[in-house]
């Protein structure tokens, strides 16, 4: 249990700013100023530079295993990826996917 | 711009964030019933569900809180894994930037790792589409995406009861960023990127607050942009 003393709210209330603050900072503060090509240039790839790098140890050291690779997820990550790479298509991927990690999981116990 | 585009701009982005829904409900669901077995009442858990609306972040700091943190250290790490908002802000300033003051703020209030990653995909694929259209088709995303979160995660603070661990849930989060990772994988430059992502973060596991995600970020998109460059100059003019 979180300790009766940890000041929730005051957590709750600077994350939830915090967070906002990071969300509108370039986005409220430079708004349409122009910003260099090479700046541009470097954040048409954010998308690609940050989710891999989130998922990848999700991926390989599950803590639901404690941390040891798991083959049905490894399974499925393949899957995932591999069908939105092909049919551009989140909903696929969900499906065949979520099938590939339940399968497995199923099969090898 | 026809009100008509504008809708279906808005529509196009409805029904993309529609399959969400599948990802976002357990995930909040798991949230409310972690937040609530942690101790947190009701309107606490919904405070955090709606001021923050940021899963990885908002599980981290019950993770944080459960282990008696100071409070200083639980704000630095729940903040450090929303860093990677900022870049999201960075990249559709000098998209999104030309919107008035008050519906920046909104998206800012909304830009979760679905809207930025369906949207910033929108308007690499579609860049010709006008301002309003933009604007249309980020709101359509968000149109399922964040109420669910909200929703959810209230039933999983009333329900409260321990989800079973064969239910896997801890994999719904893969899931979503992967399915989101294919098609940007446009160009070799976007797959270079994502393999430096992808070992950078690896590699930098043992950096404390969960900063060697942002390094190893800040380290992709150099290689994206080099490689740009080197492989297809037209491209980067």
């Given amino acids: 249990m979180i300790p009766d003393s940890t000041p929730i709210w005051l957590i709750i209330v600077l994350l939830g700013l915090g967070t906002f603050g990071l969300r509108f900072s370039f986005l409220g503060f430079i708004g349409d100023r122009q910003m260099p090509p090479w700046v541009l240039r470097h954040l048409r790839y954010t998308a690609v530079a940050v989710f891999p790098g989130l998922v990848a140890p999700m991926v390989f050291f599950p803590e639901a295993t404690g941390g040891t690779p798991d083959p049905s997820r490894l399974a499925c990550a393949a899957v995932t990826l591999g069908v939105a790479y092909v049919t551009k298509s989140v909903l696929w991927a969900f499906i065949l996917g979520g099938a590939t990690l339940y399968g497995l999981l199923y099969l090898l116990g | ?237």
């Avoid at chain 2, 980020?138 to 149109?143: E, I, P, R």
């Fill in chain 2, 1 to 237: 711009m026809s009100s008509t585009t504008t809708k279906s701009a808005y529509w196009a982005g409805a029904r993309d964030g529609a399959p969400f829904i599948l990802i976002m409900a357990p995930f909040a669901m798991l949230f409310g019933v972690i937040a609530t077995e942690a101790g947190l009442n009701v309107i606490e858990t919904m405070g955090m569900s709606v001021l923050i609306i940021a899963g990885a972040a908002q599980f981290t700091a019950i993770q944080l809180m459960l282990d008696e943190a100071p409070t200083v250290i639980v704000l630095i790490t729940a903040l450090a894994v929303n860093l990677r908002m900022a870049m999201y802000s960075a990249s559709f300033a000098p998209i999104l930037g030309k919107a008035p003051l008050w519906k920046r703020a909104l998206i800012a209030y909304l830009l979760v790792d679905q809207t930025y990653a369906l949207s910033s995909l929108r308007y690499e694929t579609k860049p010709e589409e006008s301002l309003s259209g933009k604007l249309a088709y980020l709101f359509g995303v968000v149109t399922p995406v964040v109420p669910v979160w909200y929703a959810f995660s209230y039933v999983g603070a009333v329900v409260g009861t321990q989800i079973p661990e064969s239910y896997a849930l801890d994999f719904a989060i893969p899931i979503a960023f992967l399915a989101l990772t294919g098609p940007a994988l446009r160009t070799l430059p976007h797959v270079l990127a994502a393999l430096v992502s992808c070992v950078g973060a690896l590699l930098l596991l043992w950096v404390p607050f969960n900063l060697g995600l942002i390094i190893a970020a800040f380290l992709a998109m150099m290689v994206g942009a080099y490689a740009e460059l080197k492989l297809m100059p037209k491209a980067a003019s």
